[in-house]
């Protein structure tokens, strides 16, 4: 019997050829670092209920002073006047062990404490952006412990502000390299830990930038009536095939009686044959009319389509103001779209669209490949085929032809 095994050669969204995380992918998907007055906040809250559940040994501590130096140090002296304080201290003990193990377990399974779930924020694995593991919490744990017992809360503090000169820009302190984390933002971007905005964000910064469609030249002629018709010299993707005549001069009916050679054809003789000057002028055809405008259609990524119009405002829940507007809401899940995150405008086939200050910013991806994201204020001109991502959700533009 033999056994096949699969070895899967795919490499890890998110991490270099080298193995390395790379931090564009995390910015890719929409994953924010934690802003850092709200890491303090949580870990001055995380500190405060340690030191409310330490308060039973603190106390029991500052009691037991009394008798330990009536006895002379004698244990056998103290009696039962130590019991209280012996009972105190125990107690205090047990609630910072357990709140100690709950926040180890919460932070490496879930990637919160009390304090980073207060402040919406999230650690998680810097490669594949789950939960950092508890062992790896552990260790964090062990070098702030380690940093307090060095240098009493110089160490932490310095643990912590390492962070401002993380050479990556994502805030990361050393405990967090110690614990292979990173901590970012879950209430005001993406939650790293709702699985269906991680596929739906994995699927955007994966799906390749939409190819613009060849638009032919058209083949209508550009000369005025009764100065000749304008024969294509190329093969189009209408079917028309050319006779090669545009580079001998005007093309000429073949003379009576002469069947017509394979390269001509012959609606076009027909059309030609009939002489300009038999007719007088009013009685020629009056030309076609002019094509109609273009109308610039916004595909969303669901499949839903809406007609762009001359003004419009695009967001979560976008309000109009004394300028008439077209109110284009979008539903998101990772709640990373603004209340008015972008307006746009369209006529006659051209498209702008402006950032209107969003938390999250507008990102455009041409059909050329290159990506940018929107200055706050500034009309940008694109074309069909560009994709536009706001938030967890993105849309492409397309044109059709007029009705």
């Given amino acids: 019997m033999s056994v ?8 890890t969204p998110g991490l270099r050829p080298d193995g ?37 040994t603190l106390i029991g501590v500052l009691l037991l002073i009394d008798p330990v130096i009536a006895s002379g140090g004698d244990p056998t002296r103290l009696g039962s006047a130590s019991a209280g304080q012996l009972i105190a ?32 924020l999230r650690s998680v694995s810097v490669r594949d952006f789950g939960p950092a ?27 912590f502000a390492s962070g401002a000169w993380d050479p990556e820009r994502r805030g990361r302190s050393w405990l967090d390299r110690v614990g292979g984390c990173y901590v970012v933002d879950a209430r005001r971007a993406l939650d790293p830990f709702d699985a269906r905005a991680m596929r739906r964000a994995r699927r955007v910064a994966a799906a390749p930038p939409e190819a613009e469609a060849v638009r032919l030249p058209s083949l209508a002629s550009d000369r005025a009536p009764g100065a000749g018709l304008h024969v294509p010299a190329e093969r189009s993707s209408s079917g028309v095939v050319s006779s090669g005549a545009s580079s001998h ?6 003379p009576v ?20 000057a038999s007719s007088p002028p009013a009685a020629r055809a009056a030309p076609p009319p002019s094509a109609a405008p273009l109308r610039v259609i916004l595909r969303f990524d669901d499949g839903t389509s809406v007609e762009a119009s001359d003004f419009g405002l695009l967001g979560r829940a976008p309000v109009g103001g004394a300028t008439p507007a077209q109110l284009v809401p979008v539903d998101d899940p990772t709640k990373r779209i603004s209340k008015v995150h972008a307006e746009f405008g369209a006529r006659d086939g ?3 669209l402006a950032d209107r200050g969003s938390t999250n910013g507008t990102e455009v991806r041409h059909p050329d490949g290159r990506a940018e994201t929107l200055e706050p204020g500034v009309r940008v001109a694109l074309g ?5 991502v706001i938030g967890g959700r993105s849309f492409t533009i397309e044109t059709e032809p007029g009705r």
């Fill in 257 to 276: 009686g002469v069947p017509a050679g394979p390269a001509q054809v012959r609606p076009v003789a027909a059309a030609v044959a009939a002489p300009a």
């Fill in 133 to 159: 593991g508890f062992w790896r919490i552990v260790l964090r744990a062990l070098v702030l412990w380690a940093g307090q017992l060095v240098v009493p809360l110089v160490g932490p503090a310095i643990l």
């Fill in 20 to 56: 390395r995380p790379d931090p564009g992918y995390a910015r890719a998907i929409g994953l924010v670092p934690a802003p850092s007055g709200r890491r303090a906040g949580a870990f001055a809250l995380d500190a405060v209920i340690w030191a409310v559940l330490a308060t039973p």
């Fill in 4 to 11: 096949t095994m699969d070895i899967d050669d795919e490499p």
């Fill in 89 to 120: 201290i125990a107690i205090g003990q047990t609630l910072v062990f357990v709140f100690g193990l709950v926040q180890l377990v919460l932070h490496g399974r879930r990637g919160v404490t009390v304090g980073k779930a207060a402040a919406g």
């Fill in 384 to 388: 069909a085929g560009t994709v536009v």
């Fill in 350 to 352: 051209a498209f702008w």
């Fill in 249 to 254: 001069g005007e093309w000429a009916p073949p």
